[in-house]
């Protein structure tokens, strides 16, 4: 155990930060950032969500700036991509799986730390969710990007919400360590569906207006 982590929910958090890394990498290397770009992006990727749970946990420091091997698992997920070429073919097929497999874990650990605190299911939701999208979040900011999460593209943070919510009702069974395994592959199944499928939530709607003779009217 390291902290109040369990082992098991520690690797799965690594995993999350390798690939929320990798993905930062990723788009350093689409700007053609230098190596301190790749190492800045990348980091901020890797590490940006589970220190944003961690900060609003309020339960000490955030363990990236703890244990050391969230940071170096962070760099070398931007040695990864700055060494490797993640473009092509080749790259477009593994990268729907980089991204499942980060936001799941992600979801997961940041719902079962949630519950490990003491907080009730709402805030450990909301939690896991924002572990799961935070560091892509940063991620956009520092391009000048929009956020993806935001609309136009496939289902994500429903994706890890619904994981999240997986990790709820298999803590409140008893079923800690299956239920991590668990949210973790259904958050990461449903993105990768969601991708497939092009599921997508709908964009805002005016209900201030309606159809009159065949064409729309304010009311």
Same mark, same amino acid.
């Given at each position: 155990?390291?902290?109040?982590?369990p082992e098991l929910l520690?690797w799965?958090?690594?995993a999350g930060?390798?690939?929320n890394?990798?993905?930062g990498?990723?788009?350093?290397?689409r700007y053609r950032?230098?190596?301190?770009g790749?190492a800045v992006?990348?980091?901020v990727?890797?590490?940006g969500?589970?220190?944003i749970?961690?900060?609003?946990?309020?339960?000490g420091t955030p363990?990236?700036l703890?244990?050391?091997?969230?940071?170096?698992?962070?760099?070398?997920g931007?040695?990864?991509?700055?060494?490797?070429?993640?473009?092509?073919?080749a790259?477009?097929?593994v990268?729907?799986f980089?991204?499942?497999?980060a936001?799941?874990?992600w979801?997961?650990?940041?719902?079962?730390?949630a519950?490990?605190f003491?907080l009730?299911?709402?805030?450990?939701l909301?939690l896991g969710?924002?572990?799961?999208v935070?560091?892509?979040i940063?991620r956009?900011?520092c391009v000048g990007?929009?956020? &993806?999460?935001?609309?136009?593209?496939t289902?994500?943070? &429903?994706?890890?919400?619904?994981?999240s919510g997986?990790?709820v009702?298999m803590?409140?069974?008893?079923? &800690? &360590?299956a239920g991590?395994?668990?949210?973790t592959?259904?958050?990461?199944l449903?993105?990768?569906m969601?991708?497939w499928?092009?599921w997508?939530l709908p964009e805002?709607?005016?209900?201030?207006?309606?159809r009159?003779?065949g064409?729309r009217r304010?009311?």
């Amino acid at each position: 155990m390291h902290g109040s982590l369990p082992e098991l929910l520690r690797w799965l958090d690594l995993a999350g930060v390798f690939a929320n890394a990798v993905l930062g990498g990723a788009l350093a290397r689409r700007y053609r950032f230098d190596p301190i770009g790749f190492a800045v992006l990348a980091t901020v990727s890797g590490l940006g969500g589970g220190m944003i749970r961690d900060v609003l946990l309020q339960h000490g420091t955030p363990i990236a700036l703890t244990d050391n091997a969230y940071l170096l698992t962070a760099l070398a997920g931007a040695g990864f991509a700055y060494l490797v070429a993640t473009e092509g073919s080749a790259w477009h097929s593994v990268f729907p799986f980089v991204d499942a497999l980060a936001l799941g874990c992600w979801a997961a650990v940041g719902t079962q730390k949630a519950l490990l605190f003491g907080l009730d299911w709402l805030p450990a939701l909301f939690l896991g969710t924002v572990a799961a999208v935070g560091g892509g979040i940063i991620r956009d900011l520092c391009v000048g990007n929009v956020p &993806t999460i935001f609309g136009g593209n496939t289902l994500y943070a &429903t994706c890890a919400l619904v994981a999240s919510g997986v990790m709820v009702v298999m803590k409140d069974a008893g079923l &800690t &360590t299956a239920g991590s395994l668990l949210a973790t592959a259904v958050g990461a199944l449903l993105c990768l569906m969601a991708r497939w499928r092009g599921w997508m939530l709908p964009e805002g709607v005016d209900l201030g207006s309606r159809r009159v003779g065949g064409r729309r009217r304010g009311s």
